[in-house]
């Protein structure tokens, strides 16, 4: 079946470090990978999302990169603070005209420590 | 706009018992989403509404899961009978068109005891 790979499981940076989050995914028809970010005992929130139409997207110290051919999508966090201190998930879906039959398949999420 | 609305926040039964947990999602959204969340793991999805219809439950225990969407917007899901195992964060989601745009609620976190 489907399924989404997330690396690593939990991870630690100082402040100011870059961290990066790798996802590898089944579904060579998925076309849309959004990353959520998950602080203890509150809902997923969405933090970015890419189309396989585009390589590479940014928002401020958040960016996300796509490789179609190798199925992977990664999410790079530079000059980390305390807050992004969190769980980050990935997942994969489809998008389309009968897209209310899809889903997000959910990575297994990764623990960002932000040491200060 | 309101997000989506899940109740109740926590609950603790005992094992055999059973419970309910409720959601409301966003005005207009289609589609909506029951994912179960272990500690420690990713959602896993254990079914989809496209309105009022099913559209996935092939991963919802049958034999003690099931969940309703009545008239295409409320949504209930019910565990009878709970085991230990089915201790977890509810999560519900609704989209417009499915497959993007998830708003998840804040979860309802089941222990059994």
């Known amino acids: 079946g489907e399924n989404v790979e997330q690396h690593p499981s939990t991870l630690s940076v100082q402040e100011g470090d870059s961290a990066v989050i790798k996802c590898t995914y089944s579904d060579s028809a998925s076309n849309y990978f959004p990353w959520y970010k998950q602080e203890l005992g509150k809902r997923p929130q969405l933090i970015i999302d890419?189309?396989?139409?585009?390589g590479e997207k940014k928002d401020q110290r958040i960016a996300v990169t796509l490789n179609k051919t190798a199925k992977h999508f990664s999410l790079h966090i530079t000059e980390t603070q305390p807050e992004d201190s969190a769980v980050y998930f990935c997942a994969a879906s489809r998008t389309g005209t009968t897209s209310g039959t899809y889903k997000y398949i959910f990575g297994t999420g990764t623990r960002l420590k932000v040491l200060a | 706009e309101a997000g989506v609305a899940q109740s109740p926040r926590y609950k603790i039964i005992e094992k055999r018992q059973s419970v309910a947990f409720w959601c409301n999602p966003i005005s207009g959204h289609a589609t909506l989403y029951w994912y179960q969340q272990i500690l420690g793991q990713g959602p896993k999805l254990l079914i989809q509404f496209q309105n009022n219809g099913v559209v996935d439950d092939s991963q919802l225990p049958k034999d003690r899961f099931s969940a309703e969407r009545l008239k295409g917007v409320d949504s209930t899901l019910k565990i009878q009978p709970a085991k230990l195992e089915d201790s977890a964060v509810y999560l519900c989601?609704?989209?417009?068109?499915?497959?993007?745009?998830?708003?998840f609620g804040s979860g309802t976190r089941l222990t059994v005891v």
């Open positions: 890419i189309r396989s139409n585009v």
């Open positions: 989601a609704s989209s417009f068109t499915g497959g993007e745009g998830y708003t």
